[in-house]
């Protein structure tokens, strides 16, 4: 029953913006910490942002400034806004509950043309 859906991935320019959606259902939303990951071809999966239940952010250093992650408890909504796009931003992004345990959605790709 517990489910996390992405949603808002798609082909932009570089230079250009996205905004990424995660719903979630069957979770007590307001007390976890929830996160963005990203895997690009090749690569192992890695962090891009984090939000705890109090709304404490963290950013790898890669997305710092141009990346901002929020909540909407109200909604069970988690929204990653990706600013100034870059290629190597290309990856499928994965929406996930990582506190009280670890719970993954199934991915959207997100792919910046040169």
Known sequence: QEQLKES???LV??????????????????LNTLGWYRQAPG????????????????YADSVKGRFTISRD????TVYLQMNNLK????????????????LWGQ????????
């Open 13 to 30: 320019q570089a230079g250009g913006s996205l905004r990424l959606s995660c719903v979630a259902s069957g979770v007590i939303f307001r």
């Open 43 to 58: 690569k192992q999966r890695e962090l891009v942002a984090h939000i705890t239940s109090s709304s404490i952010t963290n």
């Open 73 to 76: 408890n109200a909604k069970n």
């Open 8 to 10: 808002g991935g798609g």
């Open 107 to 114: 991915g959207t790709q997100v792919t910046v043309s040169s």
């Open 87 to 102: 290629p190597e931003d290309t990856a499928v992004y994965y929406c996930a509950q990582v506190r009280p345990y670890l």
